[in-house]
């Protein structure tokens, strides 16, 4: 018995230990809220929506195609140009507010994304999971719950620390018309037809979340967009309105990079449960 006393215990140690492949938390169920509710100070009495500019728009068709919710994780630390003032811009940015800046190919690049550039490598960031959404909204009929169902790789976690959340678009679409009920006249006393079909960049939220076993192995998802009631502020519809037919937002560029940075205000939520 006692010769046999160092082969037990050397098994009991081995018992404790965790077994190889076996996840450092699971996916316990995740879900994308989406949804558009403007304020009531947004709308008149027919239920247009006021722009800040006067206009009234009227909304026939409004819809988003999501592509995917991606969690990131970020390793590695940046070099001694990897931060910058949001107030002194690289080379290549400007207009920086509200955790984005304007890049001048137009689109909008998030800060973390302008300070792993400028860091020259140091700083690298993955996709630690990523989750397909495959039913489209149409958010006209108020705000929807999609579950998601489908993880990549898998609903096994990795062990890692989540720095940011980033919800992946595939189109953004909108049909409907405008007037200018103003003493401005801008639009001869017309409603005129509009159209806009975007592939808008990623929205995305900064986050802090740990996968390991002293957090607790399931994980459930919440996550809420909301589409903001400025995307058709400062849009210069009397300017479009020179043209016949259709007014099609998308094929103007000034009208297109307006359209961006008013859906940049549009916010994305994510919350975790354990």
Known sequence: MIRALPLLVALGIAGCTFQPGVSFGTLAGATLEAGFQPPASRLDDAGRIKTDSGYRIRIDSLSLVP??????????????????????????????????????????????????????????????????????????????????????PSHSLDRGKWSKASLQLATLSASGSVEDPTAMNRLDGQARDFSLTLSP????????????????????????FT?????????????????????????????RQQLAENLSSSPLTVKFTR
């Open 67 to 152: 592509r995917q919710l991606d969690f990131q994780e970020t390793s590695g630390s940046a070099g001694a140009g990897g931060s910058f003032d949001p107030a002194n811009p690289p080379a290549g940015y400007s207009l920086c507010h509200g955790g984005h800046c304007h890049r001048d190919d137009g689109a909008l690049i998030a800060y973390e994304d302008i300070e792993a550039e400028l860091s020259g490598g140091g700083v690298k960031t993955v996709t630690a999971l990523s989750l397909p959404i495959e039913s489209p909204f149409d958010l006209l009929k108020g705000a929807s719950t999609v579950a998601l169902t489908q993880a990549k």
């Open 201 to 224: 960049d990623a929205f995305s939220q900064k986050i802090d979340v740990k996968i390991d076993r002293e957090n607790g192995e399931k994980l459930a998802i919440a996550a809420t």
């Open 227 to 255: 589409l903001s009631e400025k995307l058709w502020d400062g849009i210069e519809f009397q300017t479009l309105a020179a043209t016949a037919g259709t007014l099609m937002l998308d094929q103007h560029a000034a009208t």
